[in-house]
């Protein structure tokens, strides 16, 4: 029987490197549990500066006693892979190499084909990591090694799950850096010189580039996410065919002196560009939280709150699992559910007053750095969380006029640019009221 469980991982790829990262501190605290010693081995932590990677392979895998294939679809055809697997199946045969896949659909063919492969399932895992144990001979009860995979799940299960889907931008090389030229920055109202040609091969290149990329990000990317690619796309290529179609034309056939924003073909050029301009940047941002496609898909803030919000709330602590080391990412997020579900974590934990002011008054500075009016549900839920807190207790004086500033400028906002566009049923204004007269009561 062995007497330590030494596993070597191999990954290829930043998704790969993160599930393995999450398989290992899993599997780690799994055995550690059932009392066994555990040491792993990853080669983005594990090489020792200055080493050469050839020697700390072959070192490391003489040490390991299993070993651990950590395979994404993009990191299958990585050759480094496949030359870590044929180490591995010369050391130790095929019965202690395990493939674990994540969000593989298809079989694997070939040398990988050959090892045993698990999924990252519950199931799938737990029969894994059984098999494994029992091959080395570790003498672990079921009921107890139940027990505490179990209780370790549910952490791995969210690193799986936030690392299910690959973005865009991590697909397409330089993604943002391809929008940066006047075709996209520069409005075509703004186009003096009419540099036509220029703006549309500008929009050729960019949209050949990111077709070549299409195949890859319907393979791995969220179905919304893909949806939003293939949207951009079919953008581009009409911003490409209204500068063919029209502003191409030869000059002579337009009246002389004619300003740009009085000629009928510059609008539809100007509309599709914004419309490739806001795409590229939600591309370019992609949300923390899955459930934030949908929250921006649906139409009625009823509908959010039904279909999103009210899930995520009766789930605190799942949602509070999965945020819990982007809690601040969400917070900065330009995703409004991700910022939501923030608000609610940080309603339920102990976050100090002042941290949940600070939040509501990013919030309303976000809300007045925008041309039109947006939502005020991710600025209700931040308000909201300060509302749960005692605040009426004395030694918050400064809170209290913090929180008497933010009100009045929130009701300055609304009355000045959104007036009967937001906050119609004045659930927000009617909230502050009585968060103000909570305030008061105390001081």
């Not at 107890?144 to 865009?168: D, N």
């Not at 050029?269 to 992609?286: F, H, K, N, Q, Y």
């Amino acid at each position: 029987m062995a007497r330590s469980l030494d596993i070597f991982y191999g990954w290829s790829q930043e998704r790969s490197h993160r599930v393995s990262e999450a398989l290992d501190a899993f599997v780690g605290g799994v055995v550690k549990d059932l009392g066994i010693d555990y040491h792993s081995f990853l080669s983005s932590q594990s090489i020792p500066t200055g080493k050469r990677w050839f020697d700390w392979l072959m070192e490391e895998l003489g040490k390991a006693n299993a070993a651990m294939l950590c395979l994404t679809p993009e990191a299958i055809g990585s050759s480094w892979i496949h030359y870590e697997a044929g180490a591995m199946g010369a050391r130790f045969g095929y019965e202690r190499v395990m493939v674990y896949l994540h969000g593989v659909s298809e079989p694997l063919t070939g040398p990988l084909g050959e090892f045993q492969n698990a999924t990252s399932t519950r199931e799938s895992t737990r029969k894994m990591i059984g098999d494994l144990l029992v091959s080395l001979e570790f003498a672990v009860p079921e009921e107890a090694f139940g027990r505490v995979f179990e209780a370790h799940w549910p952490g791995l299960e969210v690193q799986l799950r936030a690392s299910r889907y690959r973005h865009a931008r991590e697909i397409v090389p330089g993604f943002e850096s391809r929008f940066e030229r006047k075709t996209f920055r520069e409005a075509v109202y703004d186009c003096i010189e009419e540099g036509w040609l220029r703006r549309y091969r500008g929009v050729i290149e960019t949209l050949a580039g990111l077709q070549s990329y299409l195949p890859t990000v319907e393979g791995q990317c969220h179905p919304d996410e893909t949806r939003a690619f293939t949207d951009l796309v079919s953008e581009l290529d009409g911003y490409a065919m209204v500068h063919d179609g029209t502003l191409l034309m030869e000059k002579k056939m337009r009246p002389e002196g004619t300003p740009l924003r009085d000629r009928s073909e510059i609008q539809p050029a100007e509309e599709r560009r914004i419309r490739v301009c806001r795409l590229a940047s939600e591309l370019a941002e992609p949300p923390i939280l899955e459930e934030s496609y949908a929250y921006d898909r649906l139409p009625t803030h009823a509908e959010r709150k039904l279909r999103v919000i009210h899930p995520a709330e009766r789930d605190m602590p799942a949602l509070r699992a999965r945020i819990a080391e982007r809690l601040a990412d969400c917070l900065t997020s330009a995703r409004a559910f991700d910022r939501i579900a923030a608000h609610l974590v940080q309603e339920h934990d102990d976050v100090p007053v002042a941290d949940l002011i600070r939040a509501s008054e990013d919030e309303l500075e976000r809300i007045r750095g925008v041309t039109e009016p947006s939502s005020l549900a991710p600025l209700y839920y931040a308000v909201r969380a300060i509302g749960r807190r005692n605040i009426d207790r004395p030694g918050l004086a400064a809170e209290a006029q913090r929180i008497e500033q933010f009100a009045s400028d929130v009701r300055a906002y609304i009355a000045r640019y959104a007036e009967g566009k937001v906050d119609a049923d004045s659930h927000l204004r009617g909230y502050l009221d009585r968060l103000l007269a909570k305030v008061r009561s105390g001081t």
